[in-house]
């Protein structure tokens, strides 16, 4: 693995920049020469860099002002390119968006800049994050920085490449099925995804609306909950947002483990899981008892219905999400056409990879007037039930713990003929967007180089409790 030097925690390099002792210019220098050094690992589809030194030299005069930029003054971070921003094309990874300039920010990205973060980049990903690898990017895959012969994980692979490479301290991603946490474990950073509409998500391209998250990748846990606490809260353009439970998501201090109950789910443990992982796991369990903890097996029923359950749903989403992808109002546009349905047909028939192809062919049939009761309204209420065993589980337990991921990072093109086989990463960690719950992927070890994740879940509201004993589960781990 090519490693740069590791950044600073960002509370304290947004201090240096406040204090004068270090500037946000030198700070966006060191990142986009990062970013251009480890260009191999085809990570970035482009940079931002016209913009990012233009704000550094902003933050950099408020403070010869006296002014404090914010908590992020001067902090370089990569955003996941399904998010729209200004003085850059946002292309979601699609053939379909190439030359697309975003009219406005997303919130996420105002709220950050409002702090003092600078965006230099727009990471990879799978097309519209359609994927577990990264492999259906229509520009390039993405490698994994522990090994360049195998993927970073997906959708979200770019971002989490940028952290465990050290190009910028902290990277945004999008979460609908486990899109930030699985990443984070096949590149060994921290992968954190909030309660449903703790962070709006208006201006990010949507995959699947009532499954979509918005979330950081960063170097620790405590830098998750900074990044969580500057995007966290009400925005009148996205209608699903909360007000957050607790409102200062950046006091992440460690928790006295003594007590504190945590179930483990015998369905997320399988016999098929590899012995590296299954050992792993099991000496964090015996880690956590030796500090007071109760660590106890309960089973959920449904959750092995859960990875069908949300094929079946999102998909459905997918189906109308991508309808406006048209060739008429934005993004490519097949000028061959001659009648306005060839258009639409040769436009999405171009434009449009195979992934998404296939997603919306099984959203429109699961939909449809004959299959709607057979498939769609039956994944609903699986859903809904595995939302009640789960809340079951919260009334005895204050987390479930669980491998991220079912293997390492796989070779690129391993599973690339096999839409099951790659569907089958998600499988421990679909549940938790399912039932709209926070759940963080911490580095844990790793086999033969590669790294192992650990996941962590809690009940909806209780972020600040998840990034608590996460906290204390890193400090346990380190």
Request: proline content about 4%.
């Amino acid at each position: 693995m090519s490693q740069n030097k590791e950044w600073k925690p960002i509370s304290e390099i947004a201090r240096a920049v406040v204090a004068g002792d270090d500037s946000a210019v030198t700070l966006v220098k060191d990142s986009l020469a990062r970013i251009e050094d480890q260009a191999d690992y085809n990570i970035v589809i482009q940079s931002c860099d016209e913009r990012a030194l233009a704000r550094a030299e902003q933050i950099d005069e408020a403070v010869k002002r006296g002014e404090n930029p914010g908590r992020l003054a001067g902090v370089p971070f990569i955003a996941k390119d399904n998010f729209l921003t200004l003085g850059s094309e946002t292309t979601a990874a699609s053939n379909i968006l190439r030359g697309f300039k975003a009219p406005y920010q997303a919130t996420a990205i105002e709220r950050l800049e409002a702090e003092g973060a600078i965006c230099v980049a727009k990471a990879n990903l799978d097309a519209f994050a359609h994927g577990s690898s990264t492999e259906n990017s229509d520009f390039f895959t993405t490698k994994n920085p522990h090994d360049p012969t195998r993927v970073p994980g997906g959708s979200s692979g770019g971002s989490a490449a940028a952290v465990a490479l050290s190009l910028v301290p902290f990277a945004l991603g999008t979460d609908t099925g486990g899109s930030i946490r699985l990443p984070a474990a096949f590149c060994g950073v921290v992968g954190y995804k909030p309660t449903y509409g703790l962070v709006s998500r208006s201006g990010v391209i949507a995959m699947a609306s009532s499954t979509d998250v918005i979330g950081p990748i960063t170097q620790s846990v405590a830098d998750a909950g900074l990044v969580l606490d500057c995007m966290a809260g009400v925005d009148s353009r996205d209608s699903t947002t909360l007000e957050p439970v607790e409102h200062d998501y950046a006091e992440v201090d460690a928790v006295d483990l003594t007590g504190k109950k945590i179930a483990i789910i015998k369905e997320l443990m399988p016999s098929s899981l590899p012995d590296s992982i299954r050992d792993n796991i099991n000496s964090v369990v015996e880690k956590l008892k030796k500090k007071g903890a109760i660590v106890e097996e309960v089973s959920v029923s449904s959750l092995s219905l859960a990875l069908a359950c949300y094929y079946i749903i999102v998909p459905a989403e997918i189906s109308s999400n991508l309808s406006r992808y048209d060739g008429q109002r934005y993004g490519y546009s097949d000028s061959s056409a001659t009648s306005l349905l060839d258009s639409y047909k040769m436009s999405r028939s171009k434009g449009l990879g195979k992934e998404a192809k296939r997603r919306i062919m099984i959203g429109t049939y699961v939909l449809t007037s004959g299959y709607y009761d057979a498939y769609y309204r039956q994944a609903q209420q699986v859903r809904t039930k595995l939302i009640s065993e789960f809340a079951d589980i919260f009334k005895k337990y204050d987390a479930i713990l669980s491998p991220t991921a079912p293997s390492t990072a796989f070779k690129i093109g391993e599973h690339t003929q096999d839409p099951l086989e790659m569907y089958l990463t998600d499988v421990m960690t679909v549940a938790a967007n399912l039932t709209g719950i926070p759940a963080i992927s911490l580095p844990s070890g790793s086999d033969n180089g590669l790294p192992i994740g650990l996941q962590l879940m809690a009940k909806q509201h209780a972020d600040i409790d998840l990034l608590r004993l996460a906290n204390s589960v890193e400090e346990l781990l380190s």
